[in-house]
């Protein structure tokens, strides 16, 4: 025990004490002290900072434990652009960004650069500022000049040092690097929310992204992030590092994990023979790589190379191939989905891809398995990049034996035995049954989702059950669930009972962009739903809306357009709504969002822009109430033309239509009050 008189002494004795295991543990990767010394001397550092509230600073380790919820992110603008980087998918591509430097920098072909390289960790980009060597404000990467405020939840990361430690000190500095969740921390995660029945995370970068964009930081803290640090942004009060070596080498002595597996590499030659060997082994480390960075070492040849666009030319990220496996299809299975979508899953023998095990892959459609002759009882190989669901590439024909069977789509659905009809120049077969029970579920499902209603606890396995149960026909059940209902369940106690009660009436207050999300309507995405809620501001607005407005909205097409109205004309969906509204959901209007400062001009778009992209822009057109359109004519009103622009520009010029310059537009948004955004 130390000083029991002193609390001021005890307080600073507490911080060294926590802040130095954190430094074993995460930095140095030799702990210290045991959790249950860590979490004592944490317990004991609240208890005296809750008495004595002048004790307690901004960089006490009690910011670890998290902060009250917030209700929404603060934007912060970076200091110094956060920038990203190109890629280089192969061994030629490597060469070629060595044969750039070489030349930009005069340099003869067959000098070899120094390089540093290190892994490129498949995290979140954050920034993290440091004034007077206490830490200010964690920001994430954004658009790359400004991104979101996320100090309280950074805090609770325990990799990150509250302060920095030890020289050369700056006045203020922003620390880059990457936020990302170990193997182990991710398998822990998703184990916790399948007992809970929540929705599992696809792959430790989204369980990352989810836990720093949390409102209420005590669930990030319980979620145990890491942090490897790798750049600097804005840096005042000291000299500059004068290489990526040596800036690395001041994040270590500053506090921050840095990866071990940075290493100085002269000449392309040997950079090309690191990734090759890279690729081979990125399964070994406890957590995920997409690739290797590869940046020029000498910081005043950095700076003499510069940055073309939004990524620096002395730095790039070589991406690894995708991993394919070869296994065996043991079956085909067809599920049904949300929109009665029936769609072919190849069953297969389980093997490890990248760290995950596979014994599912899509074959996407009929067309799909045309195409790549997949039969019953073939040799495949799959492939698994990055976040998407494993897919077949190829089938090793060689391997056939004779005893394949061929892939034939069920002319009934396998859920409920109605018709599966594949309407003329589709490639999606469907089953025509609105009621089809595994529909029904999946509606329900989506409904529940985080993009959607986020109803904490909802994953699939309850909606499962409670539709199993007869409790759950359709969405707005769920709001008339009662105690007595859920209690009987298996698994269920009165706390995630409650729990779950608590989640589903605190839905009911949601965005509207959320709540036509969650009807399920086909066609209608995340953005489009964001569209279609500014555009209409209201669900009344929007379900009144007529073909002619909906092909109005920017993003909508005649598709879209078609299907929301059929949605909406169907008596089932328009119950299901009202009783939604009566059970009390409760959509937040949105104040439309319609000008009409551009209303009767039109505007085309041609060449390369830099700045925004054409659909960006032509949204922004639209929603100002003017019009885009792919040709020019004597009717445009003006043509903006970005670099090569071609045959548009001469035709504009031919009709003498007005041509404004990319800048020039800008400047013409601004004047309405569009602030065209830098989008990374
Ligand atoms: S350097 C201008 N180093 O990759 C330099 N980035 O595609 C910018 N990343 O946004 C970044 N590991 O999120 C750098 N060792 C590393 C990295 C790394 C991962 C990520 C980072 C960045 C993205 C660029």
């Known amino acids: 025990m130390g000083d029991q008189t002193n609390p001021a002494k005890r307080v600073q004795q507490l911080k060294q004490l926590l802040e130095s295991a954190n430094i074993a543990y995460y930095v140095d990767d030799a702990p210290t002290i045991s959790d249950a010394e860590y979490d004592a001397a944490m317990y004991e550092l609240i208890q005296l900072e809750e008495l004595h509230p002048n004790l307690k600073s901004?960089?006490?380790?009690?910011?670890?434990?998290?902060?009250?919820?917030?209700?929404?992110?603060?934007?912060?603008?970076?200091?110094?652009?956060?920038?990203?980087?190109?890629?280089?998918?192969?061994?030629?591509?490597?060469?070629?960004?060595?044969?750039?430097?070489?030349?930009?920098?005069?340099?003869?072909?067959?000098?070899?650069?120094?390089?540093?390289?290190?892994?490129?960790?498949?995290?979140?980009?954050m920034s993290l500022s440091y004034q007077n060597e206490q830490l200010i404000s964690a920001v994430t990467r954004g658009d790359g000049s400004t991104g979101e405020l996320i100090t309280d939840n950074i805090r609770t990361v325990r990799a990150i040092p509250l302060a920095l430690m030890g020289l050369p000190l700056p006045t203020f500095v922003?620390?880059?690097?990457?936020?990302?969740?170990?193997?182990?921390?991710?398998?822990?995660?998703?184990?916790?929310?399948?007992?809970?029945?929540?929705?599992?995370?696809a792959n430790p970068r989204n369980a990352a992204a989810g836990s720093v964009r949390q409102l209420d930081s005590r669930i990030t803290a319980d979620r145990r992030l890491s942090f490897f640090g790798?750049?600097?942004?804005?840096?005042?009060?000291?000299?500059?590092?004068?290489?990526?070596?040596?800036?690395?080498?001041?994040?270590?002595?500053?506090?921050?994990?840095?990866?071990?597996?940075?290493?100085?590499?002269?000449?392309?030659?040997?950079?090309?023979?690191?990734?090759?060997?890279?690729?081979?082994?990125?399964?070994?480390?406890?957590?995920?790589?997409?690739?290797?960075?590869?940046?020029?070492?000498n910081l005043a040849l950095q700076q003499q190379l510069g940055?073309?666009?939004?990524?620096?030319?002395?730095?790039?990220?070589?991406?690894?191939?995708?991993?394919?496996?070869?296994?065996?299809?043991?079956?085909?299975k067809w599920q049904v989905g949300r929109t009665g979508a029936v769609t072919p899953v190849a069953v297969m023998e389980s093997v490890n891809v990248g760290g995950v095990n596979v014994k599912s892959a899509t074959l996407h459609n009929e067309d799909e398995i045309a195409r790549k002759g997949v039969m019953i009882g073939d040799w495949v190989m799959i492939q698994r990049a990055g976040d998407v669901i494993p897919e077949v590439v190829s089938v090793l024909t060689?391997?056939?034996?004779?005893?394949?069977?061929?892939?034939?789509?069920?002319?009934?659905?396998?859920?409920?035995?109605?018709?599966?009809?594949?309407?003329?120049?589709?490639?999606?077969?469907r089953c025509v049954n609105l009621q089809c029970p595994a529909q029904v579920v999946e509606r329900v499902i989506h409904f529940c989702s985080r993009d959607a209603m986020d109803i904490e606890g909802l994953g699939d396995k309850i909606p499962r059950m409670l539709f199993e149960q007869g409790l759950v026909k359709d969405p707005s059940d769920l709001y008339n669930l009662t105690m007595e209902q859920l209690l009987p369940l298996e698994g269920f106690k009165q706390k995630l009972a409650e729990k779950l009660s608590g989640a589903i009436q605190a839905s009911k207050s949601v965005a509207l962009n959320r709540l036509i999300f969650a009807l399920g309507i086909r066609q209608v995405g995340q953005k489009a739903a964001q569209t279609l809620a500014k555009q209409f501001g209201s669900l009344d607005a929007f379900m009144l809306a007529t073909e002619v407005q909906l092909l109005e909205v920017p993003d909508v097409g005649p598709a879209t357009a078609k299907e929301i109205v059929e949605f909406f004309e169907r008596e089932g969906n328009r119950e299901v709504i009202r009783k939604l509204l009566?059970?009390?959901?409760?959509?937040?209007?949105?104040?439309?969002?319609?000008?009409?400062?551009?209303?009767?001009?039109?505007?085309?778009?041609?060449?390369?822009?830099?700045?925004?992209?054409?659909?960006?822009?032509?949204?922004?057109?639209?929603?100002?109430?003017?019009?885009?359109?792919?040709?020019?004519?004597?009717?445009t009103s003006h043509v903006v033309a970005g670099e090569n622009a071609g045959s548009k520009l001469t035709k504009a010029q031919q009709l003498g239509v007005s041509v404004l310059t990319e800048q020039q537009f800008t400047e013409l948004m601004r004047e309405i009050g569009v602030e065209m955004v830098d989008e990374g």
């Not at 998918?89 to 072909?109: H, P, T, W, Y």
């Not at 939004?310 to 065996?328: C, D, E, G, N």
């Open 58 to 125: 901004p960089d006490s380790p009690t910011c670890r434990v998290g902060a009250p919820p917030a209700t929404a992110f603060e934007p912060a603008s970076h200091r110094v652009p956060m920038l990203s980087l190109d890629n280089a998918f192969n061994d030629e591509e490597l060469r070629a960004f060595d044969g750039r430097v070489k030349r930009v920098l005069e340099m003869d072909a067959e000098a070899e650069i120094d390089y540093t390289v290190e892994l490129k960790i498949d995290g979140l980009a």
């Open 174 to 201: 922003e620390v880059r690097g990457e936020v990302y969740m170990s193997h182990q921390e991710f398998a822990r995660i998703n184990a916790l929310r399948e007992q809970n029945g929540e929705a599992t995370f």
């Open 230 to 297: 790798y750049a600097l942004g804005a840096c005042e009060g000291m000299p500059q590092p004068t290489s990526q070596w040596q800036l690395l080498q001041i994040l270590k002595t500053w506090g921050f994990p840095v990866n071990p597996h940075a290493k100085r590499l002269q000449g392309i030659e040997a950079v090309i023979a690191h990734c090759t060997e890279w690729a081979e082994k990125r399964d070994s480390l406890g957590y995920d790589i997409d690739g290797i960075v590869v940046k020029v070492n």
């Open 307 to 332: 940055s073309v666009a939004r990524s620096p030319r002395w730095a790039i990220a070589y991406k690894f191939p995708a991993q394919q496996v070869k296994t065996l299809v043991l079956d085909v």
């Open 398 to 429: 060689d391997l056939r034996t004779g005893e394949e069977q061929p892939v034939i789509r069920p002319v009934q659905c396998p859920e409920c035995g109605a018709e599966v009809e594949r309407p003329e120049g589709e490639t999606i077969a």
């Open 582 to 635: 009566e059970a009390g959901v409760n959509p937040e209007e949105m104040e439309a969002n319609r000008s009409d400062a551009l209303a009767g001009q039109t505007f085309v778009f041609t060449g390369a822009l830099q700045s925004f992209t054409r659909e960006k822009a032509e949204e922004l057109v639209q929603q100002m109430g003017g019009k885009a359109s792919g040709s020019v004519s004597k009717k």
